[in-house]
Nanobody, 119 residues
Framework: QVQLVESGGGSVQPGGSLRLSCAASGSIFNIFVMGWYRQPPGKQRELVATITTSVTAAYADSVKGRFTISRDNGKNTVYLQMSSLKPEDTAVYYC?????????????WGQGTQVTVSS
């Protein structure tokens, strides 16, 4: 089992910045990719960014150039630096970890953290 604890959400004005953190614990040695997803009000959950153990990052088109995903392996933590925030970035942000063990793919989720962008 993997436990994910997110922090860093909050309210910010358009154009502002926030940094989200996701600390992983438990059976983390089988994790091969971590990422951030978000669920805007009334919409489905969508991918924001992912980062592999080899530090290869990928982003949704809507956040490219504004968001940066990174990881600190020593702290087992993944970050999402969000800049130039827009009202449409308002959502609950979820951390995800994906692992393979015994040939089985496992998805783990954090509890979610609210990000609100509003003037």
């Amino acid at each position: 089992q993997v436990q994910l604890v997110e922090s860093g959400g909050g309210s910010v004005q358009p154009g502002g910045s926030l940094r989200l953190s996701c600390a992983a614990s438990g059976s983390i040695f089988n994790i091969f990719v971590m990422g951030w997803y978000r669920q805007p009000p009334g919409k489905q959950r969508e991918l924001v960014a992912t980062i592999t153990t080899s530090v290869t990052a990928a982003y949704a088109d809507s956040v490219k150039g504004r968001f940066t995903i990174s990881r600190d392996n020593g702290k087992n933590t993944v970050y999402l630096q969000m800049s130039s925030l827009k009202p449409e970035d308002t959502a609950v942000y979820y951390c995800n970890a994906r692992s393979i063990f015994g040939g089985k793919l496992n998805d783990y989720w954090g509890q979610g953290t609210q990000v609100t962008v509003s003037s």
